[in-house]
């Protein structure tokens, strides 16, 4: 008989099968999107979730996916559970996540900004290593990307654009 | 019908209908990479509603959900400041009024963190990141686009002057924050000097000139909107209710 607990740290593990859909590079519990599982007395598989963006067009994707991966490993009844607090932030995310984004070429974050002036000088802005040639000549073109969780940067010496997983 | 409802109609509708205005540049920014920032501004404020929305159809219990009360509401039941109904303009009035909203949204949602209600304070603590550089990307602008060209200048300036009229009503409260002044959330006016000290530093930084206060509009809290909601809403809505209950 596999206690509850067990049983919530095995399915726990089955999400991690499923990838992001918008940087498949990243499971969706090495992102800190599954929060927890839990199995109920009544058999009910609970899965908190949070959103990494508040607009993040993906998680609709992401329960499905965690709905369909539970009910193809014979879990019936799923519950997932939105939760907000505390808000995600990419230093959840484990240094092997990290080297993982630079490998699929997306250069990982630093620790998420805190307490600095609202409208800060411009000349504050840090540069970013080139996850393709490690340089650090790099320039910020835009914090924003092609998801919400991306910036855009370019390297002066490999010439190229790069992303960047945004700290937040 | 509870003020906490009311409340969060209020800040829902502000992020619906500004997330709405921003999301038409979508296909016309100057500049790609301002394309970008505009939509992505956008799905921020979007997400940001759904989430207010959602929790309002809960403490509401009749059953609206939050695409409910975004598609099926007119515009008198909508509780938005008149500030972010206003048709876009040039790409400099977009980006001057998006400061005054994200000036006055940092302040708010940074409060609205520790409202007793936690799921509000939830909501509010996340989206405060997403504010937090909101304001960097818009008052970036504003002082590019003041302490730029002649043009880009007079653009500026112009639009300030024009939508100063509409910041007035972020800072009246009614019986709606009164009453939920103990939940932790504040009353509008205590945000004002702050906001000020925000806005002012980065018009000087922009070399721009801080409007006199004179007739400030509102209404906007109690369903008395400015011609251009309707508009708005006629078009986002008309595929909801065209199809109702339509999946897709």
């Given at each position: 008989m596999?206690?509850?607990?067990?049983?919530g740290?095995?399915?726990l593990?089955?999400l991690r099968?499923?990838?992001d859909?918008e940087?498949?590079?990243?499971d969706?519990v090495?992102?800190?999107?599954?929060?927890a599982?839990?199995?109920?007395?009544?058999?009910?598989?609970?899965?908190?979730?949070t959103?990494?963006?508040?607009?993040?067009?993906?998680?609709r994707?992401?329960?499905?996916d965690?709905?369909a991966?539970?009910r193809?490993?014979?879990r019936?009844k799923?519950?997932l559970?939105?939760?907000?607090s505390p808000?995600?932030?990419?230093?959840?995310?484990?240094?092997?996540?990290k080297a993982k984004?630079?490998a699929?070429?997306?250069?990982?974050?630093?620790?998420?900004?805190?307490d600095q002036?609202l409208?800060?000088?411009t000349s504050s802005?840090?540069h970013?290593d080139?996850p393709f040639?490690?340089?650090?000549?790099?320039?910020?073109?835009?914090?924003?990307g092609a998801?919400a969780?991306?910036?855009i940067?370019?390297c002066?010496?490999c010439r190229q654009?790069f992303e960047?997983?945004k700290p937040? | 019908?509870?003020?906490?409802f009311?409340?969060?109609?209020r800040v829902g509708?502000?992020r619906?209908v500004l997330g709405h205005?921003?999301s038409?540049?979508?296909g016309h920014?100057?500049?790609?990479?301002?394309?970008?920032a505009?939509?992505n501004l956008a799905?921020d404020?979007?997400?940001?509603?759904?989430?207010?929305?959602?929790l309002?159809?809960?403490v509401?219990d009749?059953?609206?959900d939050?695409d409910?009360?975004?598609?099926?509401?007119?515009a008198i039941?909508f509780?938005?400041?008149?500030l972010?109904?206003?048709p876009?303009g040039?790409?400099?009035?977009?980006i001057?009024?998006q400061?005054?909203?994200?000036?006055?949204?940092v302040l708010?949602?940074?409060?609205?963190q520790?409202?007793?209600?936690?799921?509000l304070?939830g909501?509010?603590?996340?989206?405060?990141?997403e504010?937090?550089?909101?304001i960097?990307h818009s008052?970036?602008w504003v002082i590019?686009?003041g302490d730029?060209?002649?043009?880009s200048?007079?653009?500026?300036q112009?639009?300030l002057?024009?939508?100063?009229?509409?910041?007035?009503?972020l800072?009246?409260?009614?019986?709606?924050?009164r009453s939920?002044?103990?939940?932790?959330v504040?009353n509008p006016a205590?945000?004002e000097?702050?906001?000020r000290e925000?806005?002012?530093?980065?018009?000087?930084?922009a070399?721009?000139?801080?409007?006199a206060n004179?007739?400030?509009?509102?209404?906007?809290r109690?369903g008395?909107h400015?011609e251009?909601?309707?508009h708005?809403l006629?078009?986002?809505?008309?595929l909801?209710?065209s199809h109702?209950?339509?999946?897709?």
């Amino acid at each position: 008989m596999v206690s509850r607990a067990d049983a919530g740290l095995e399915l726990l593990d089955l999400l991690r099968s499923i990838p992001d859909p918008e940087v498949p590079a990243l499971d969706i519990v090495e992102l800190g999107i599954v929060r927890a599982v839990e199995v109920g007395p009544d058999g009910v598989v609970r899965v908190d979730v949070t959103p990494t963006y508040s607009g993040c067009p993906a998680m609709r994707v992401i329960e499905d996916d965690i709905v369909a991966a539970l009910r193809a490993h014979g879990r019936e009844k799923v519950e997932l559970r939105t939760v907000y607090s505390p808000p995600w932030t990419t230093d959840w995310l484990s240094d092997e996540a990290k080297a993982k984004l630079k490998a699929y070429g997306i250069a990982a974050p630093g620790r998420a900004p805190t307490d600095q002036e609202l409208v800060p000088l411009t000349s504050s802005v840090r540069h970013v290593d080139c996850p393709f040639c490690g340089s650090s000549n790099t320039e910020r073109k835009s914090e924003f990307g092609a998801t919400a969780c991306k910036a855009i940067h370019y390297c002066h010496h490999c010439r190229q654009p790069f992303e960047e997983f945004k700290p937040l | 019908m509870t003020a906490l409802f009311e409340y969060l109609l209020r800040v829902g509708d502000d992020r619906l209908v500004l997330g709405h205005r921003l999301s038409e540049w979508c296909g016309h920014g100057p500049v790609l990479e301002e394309d970008i920032a505009l939509a992505n501004l956008a799905l921020d404020l979007l997400g940001q509603a759904t989430h207010c929305l959602k929790l309002a159809g809960k403490v509401e219990d009749k059953e609206r959900d939050e695409d409910a009360l975004a598609y099926l509401r007119d515009a008198i039941d909508f509780r938005n400041v008149n500030l972010v109904e206003l048709p876009n303009g040039d790409f400099g009035r977009t980006i001057v009024r998006q400061f005054l909203f994200d000036a006055w949204s940092v302040l708010l949602l940074e409060k609205l963190q520790s409202a007793s209600h936690a799921e509000l304070a939830g909501i509010a603590a996340k989206a405060h990141k997403e504010a937090r550089y909101h304001i960097r990307h818009s008052a970036e602008w504003v002082i590019r686009l003041g302490d730029g060209t002649e043009e880009s200048h007079r653009r500026a300036q112009t639009a300030l002057d024009d939508l100063w009229s509409y910041t007035g009503e972020l800072f009246v409260g009614d019986e709606v924050e009164r009453s939920l002044a103990d939940s932790g959330v504040p009353n509008p006016a205590m945000l004002e000097p702050a906001w000020r000290e925000v806005v002012s530093d980065v018009v000087r930084r922009a070399t721009l000139t801080l409007p006199a206060n004179g007739y400030m509009h509102s209404g906007g809290r109690q369903g008395r909107h400015t011609e251009h909601l309707g508009h708005l809403l006629s078009e986002m809505q008309i595929l909801a209710r065209s199809h109702p209950g339509a999946k897709w």
